[in-house]
């Protein structure tokens, strides 16, 4: 088996052992947080349901994000631009450059994520399952900005192409 190695420690995380967060319409697979890869990296997998909102526009300022699809289509907002990133799409997305995605109209989603430095994202993902499924209040969301490094922004580009789409 080859693996590499973060803080000289192998990261293994086996699919049946994984913790899995969910919510109506998503499931978020936790793979790697950074405090398990010495702060190099975080990572988890999302599948979303057809046409399943994602995260709405957001920046952070210590990580970059990547997104890679694994399969189906996912539309993002990067900057002023939206795309669609089909699957064998890869996406990095600096610190400080906002950002946001969903699954694409009429399509589901599969898409790993990796933020590198590592950030504690976990909590958050929790935090967010429980929001979705209506067992936490949303103003958590915004009062964790900067513990989780998410800050979110107002931007009538994403707006408009989510309304077109409904």
Do not use: K, Q
């Not at 990261?11 to 947080?33: F, G, I, K, N, Q």
């Not at 898409?111 to 976990?122: E, I, S």
């Amino acid at each position: 088996m080859s693996s590499f190695s973060t803080g000289g420690r192998p990261v293994l995380t086996r699919h049946t052992e994984a913790e899995t967060c969910a919510d109506p319409s998503s499931v978020m697979t936790l793979l790697a947080d950074s405090d398990g890869t010495a702060g190099g990296f975080t990572g988890y997998r999302s599948t979303f349901a057809e046409g399943a909102a994602g995260a709405p526009a957001h920046f952070h300022t210590r990580a970059t994000e990547l997104f890679f699809v694994i399969g189906g289509s996912l539309r993002v907002l990067v900057g002023e631009e939206v795309t669609v990133l089909e699957a064998g799409d890869f996406l990095a997305v600096p610190p400080g450059t906002p950002h946001a995605f969903a699954a694409a109209p009429g399509r589901e989603a599969d898409v790993l994520f990796v933020f590198t430095p590592g950030m504690g994202r976990f909590d958050y993902l929790r935090l967010l399952g429980r929001v979705m499924r209506g067992e936490a209040d949303a103003g958590e969301i915004a009062a964790s900005a900067e513990r989780f490094d998410n800050h979110y922004v107002d931007s009538p580009v994403w707006r408009a192409a989510l309304e077109a789409s409904t």
